[in-house]
């Protein structure tokens, strides 16, 4: 096929081709077409001739080794290593240990069972002991999704596993919005890791509970995750709920006003998330070399009433599926602001494998040239997509809690871990009442958090307020020339659409992540970015 170049009818060009594995979400199918690349067929065309190759599984180092110059793929070799449960607890404890916990505390307390058994008794009868009161932990098997296998408890009595699991401490005080907890999904693009380049996605999705947070129902799964998967299936996931509205999802940018109304400084929730996905990055690099490849994560952060981040997890191919519109919202621009950031040119369509032949057809479509991103370039989306509808909650009267735990008289320690009647997982029990013809609902419970007032407030509106890019600037020069570096100064983009270039920050950073990482000069260099984000927030605090 050849399509014309806009605003030049005698310049042909070939449209960009993509493929996809099975199972690829469909989304990536319809964003693609939207943007007039054709699908790979594979009777039809050279095993060569595509540029974007999707799958949702790692790809066979075969794929790395014979990629092309004018192709991408969607994952890195080896990427699984920080979003596999144990995996991520692993690397996150050793970093710790090697670059102190002040930088690295901000993922909660894990042990990987059956091996830590031992270590976590410890540090369970430890807690019991000095704080007088027991802790909450939470047990989540290593190699599911999706809330699958979840289970919360106080008592080591509660604890039943059959497979490999993480026991976490629990974050028994989060951030609650009108008594609902939340987390937010973070998209992060890695465009390579030789040298360490990372971009976050200023919007995102911020997922709720679908009942209010109690502590004395441990057993709610409607209360305690915040899987869209989990909360779809609530009795009040469709109803409209005071504070949130229906469904279970905002957007960043409602939320970061729902946070200004309150004087909350949303810049310095941005920044530590920021520092969160670099310092994890960090952890796994670097990684066996690899060219022409970029990863999507999903980081699920959780964020506590101190407005602390905590990370919970890493996402290997972040949920695509669109449950609602606010999904199609953020998950399409995402989806095109990545195919902008991947840098394709006008080279990238002169596929080795040329097809002039009697196939083509003569097509005109819209055709941007990318390659030269700039925020002013971003792509215009096409509109008017159907998607099942969840109502905007965006007149929403809000209402800032806090969650207060209370703490349940707990019986004293014993070793013996399985009980006679064993608890069932969270989700075990969504599965029993999602399988009951007339579904019970769930329970509701009084949420017993100190409640603020509710704010009614016309500021919280669909409006998109933005987390602008770090002020650091990135001025340096590479010698090599990946892909994702853009012509003129060879620097990577600081932004793309809503892709904020977070890493390299400068050029000491930049340094240390080319030629083998040196995680030791990134972590100083890390260090003195903390303190001076810390001493400018300090200096504006005393000058409001
Ligand atoms: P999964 O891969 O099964 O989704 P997650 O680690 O993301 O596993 O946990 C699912 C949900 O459980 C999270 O979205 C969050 O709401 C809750 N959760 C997980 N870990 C914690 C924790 N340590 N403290 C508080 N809530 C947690």
């Not at 099975?22 to 690349?37: D, K, M, S, Y």
């Not at 409607?222 to 996931?237: P, Q």
């Not at 996905?277 to 009433?305: K, W």
Request: proline share 6%; glycine share 4%; charged share 25%.
């Amino acid at each position: 096929m050849e399509i014309m170049a806009d605003g030049d009818a005698s310049e042909t060009l070939k449209p960009l081709v993509f493929r996809l594995h099975e199972n690829a979400p469909a989304i990536i199918r319809e964003v693609l077409l939207e943007r007039g690349w054709t699908e790979f067929d594979q009777k039809e065309q050279d095993d060569t001739d595509w540029n974007l190759y999707w799958r949702n599984s790692p790809f066979p180092m075969t794929d790395h080794h014979s990629i092309k110059p004018w192709q991408r793929l969607n994952h890195y070799p080896e990427a699984v290593r920080i979003t596999r449960k144990d995996y991520l607890a692993r690397h996150l404890k050793r970093m710790k240990g090697a670059y102190g916990s002040a930088l690295y505390e901000f993922s909660p307390v894990a042990f990987i069972m059956p091996n830590d058994y031992v270590k976590f008794i410890a540090e369970y009868s430890k807690e019991r002991q000095s704080v007088g009161r027991p802790s909450y932990w939470i047990c989540k098997p290593v190699h599911l999704s999706r809330g699958r296998g979840i289970l919360i408890f106080q008592d080591v009595k509660d604890l039943v596993y059959h497979c490999t699991v993480i026991v976490q401490k629990y974050i028994s005080n989060p951030l609650l919005i009108s008594g609902y907890k939340l987390d937010l999904r973070l998209y992060v693009c890695v465009t390579s890791f030789c040298p360490l380049t990372i971009y976050t996605y200023e919007e995102g999705l911020v997922r709720f509970a679908t009942e209010k947070f109690d502590l004395s129902s441990l057993d709610n799964v409607y209360a305690h995750l915040t899987n869209t998967s989990i909360n779809k299936y609530g009795a009040s996931y469709k109803t409209y709920k005071e504070g949130i509205g229906c469904g279970c999802k905002w957007t960043f940018s409602k939320f970061r006003s729902y946070l200004r109304i309150f004087g909350v400084d949303d810049m310095l929730l941005w920044q530590k998330m920021n520092n969160i996905v670099i310092l994890t990055l960090l952890a796994i690099t670097p990684l066996p070399e690899a060219s022409n490849c970029f990863e999507l994560f999903g980081f699920d952060i959780l964020i506590d009433d101190k407005f602390k981040p905590w990370l919970l997890e890493v996402n290997y191919n972040p949920a695509l599926c669109l449950d609602c519109s606010i999904d199609d919202t953020v998950k399409r621009k995402l989806l095109h602001d990545i195919v902008e950031l991947l840098n394709y040119k006008q080279v990238d369509t002169h596929r080795q494998n040329e097809m002039s032949g009697s196939k083509a057809v003569r097509r005109q479509v819209p055709w941007r040239r990318t390659g030269k991103s700039t925020p002013e370039e971003a792509p215009g989306l096409l509109s008017g997509r159907k998607v099942s509808t969840c109502i905007s909650a965006s007149q929403t009267p809000p209402a800032l809690q806090f969650a207060r735990g209370s703490v349940n008289k707990v019986s004293a320690l014993t070793r013996k871990t399985a009980r006679a009647h064993p608890r069932k997982t969270l989700t075990s029990e969504l599965r029993e009442k999602m399988n009951m013809p007339k579904a019970s609902s769930p329970v509701k419970t009084e949420a017993r958090n100190k409640q603020l007032p509710a704010v009614h407030s016309p500021l919280i509106s669909a409006q998109l307020s933005r987390w602008s890019p770090s002020p650091e600037v990135c001025n340096y020069k590479l010698s090599t020339r990946p892909y994702f570096l853009s012509d003129k100064n060879q620097m990577p983009t600081r932004q793309v659409g809503g892709f904020v270039l977070i890493f390299p920050f400068n050029e000491a950073a930049l340094q240390a992540s080319k030629d083998g990482t040196d995680v030791k000069s990134i972590i100083k260099e890390i260090n003195k970015l903390v303190s001076k984000q810390n001493s400018t927030r300090q200096k504006k605090a005393q000058t409001v």
